[in-house]
């Protein structure tokens, strides 16, 4: 049983350039999610998909970001013209939708460190 | 909105003694409640969670934790703590129905001393 990988587990990168990150979930698991986490503090929900649809966005996830999810599979986050404040942990999550309710449970990847000078 | 307080940003005990780690949330509604622990630099594991039924749950590593909706409270317990135990602890909340975004506290990291 493979988990929730992601990739790189850590980038560093100028300030205004591009980043992008891969989140493989668990195989059979339809809910993908990317939460950011900043030192010192827990995760912050950014954004999920249900299969290939984006379901939700935060207000957390600016126009500089965007998350895809083509078939349903993999997921990217892609950062454009970064800052430093984007500097922080971005997790990946997958889950199992169980029945027509919820009770599902996440579980996370290792995290993609992205540090931006 | 749902929001999750962990009071207390660090704790220290001493191996083989007891923890309690707190955890309060606000949710309107019934929530779903997670314990996560992350080791430094890593993602997070799942250590036990409450949907609904018994309100002691049983987790791995030998934890618990205990709902209780008067104190809307989630605390979580281990008597003998190890010193593979030292990590940072989150307590999170996930609504029943609808978006299952998770809201996390911002953790309590535990020390352990010998």
């Known amino acids: 049983d493979t988990g929730v990988s992601q990739n790189p587990r850590h980038k560093i990168t100028k300030r205004g350039q591009n980043v992008t990150f891969r989140c493989d979930p668990i195989s059979e698991h339809n809910r993908l999610y990317w939460y950011r986490q900043t030192l010192g503090q827990g995760p912050e929900f950014l954004t999920y998909f249900q299969n290939e649809a984006q379901l939700e966005k935060s207000r957390l996830l600016s126009d500089r970001f965007s998350a895809e999810r083509p078939k349903g599979s993999f997921s990217t986050l892609e950062i454009q013209r970064t800052e430093q404040g984007d500097s922080a942990m971005y997790l990946c999550?997958?889950?199992?939708?169980?029945?027509?309710?919820?009770?599902?449970?996440?579980?996370f990847g290792p995290g993609t460190r992205l540090l931006v000078l | 909105a749902q929001s999750v307080t962990q009071p207390d940003i660090h704790i220290t005990v001493s191996e083989g003694a007891s923890l309690e780690l707190r955890c309060n949330y606000s949710?309107?509604?019934?929530?779903?409640l997670f314990w996560y622990v992350q080791s430094p630099g890593q993602g997070l594991q799942l250590l036990l969670k409450?949907?609904?039924?018994?309100?002691l749950v049983q987790g791995i590593k030998g934890f618990e934790a205990e709902f209780k909706r008067s104190q809307s409270s989630f605390n979580l317990r281990k008597p003998s703590v190890h010193w593979s135990d030292a990590a940072e602890y989150f307590c999170a909340v996930g609504a029943a129905f609808g978006n299952e975004k998770l809201t996390f506290g911002t953790g309590t990291r535990l020390t352990i001393i010998p």
């Open positions: 999550a997958s889950s199992q939708t169980v029945g027509g309710g919820t009770q599902e449970t996440q579980y």
């Open positions: 949710y309107g509604a019934t929530p779903y």
């Open positions: 409450y949907f609904s039924g018994d309100t």
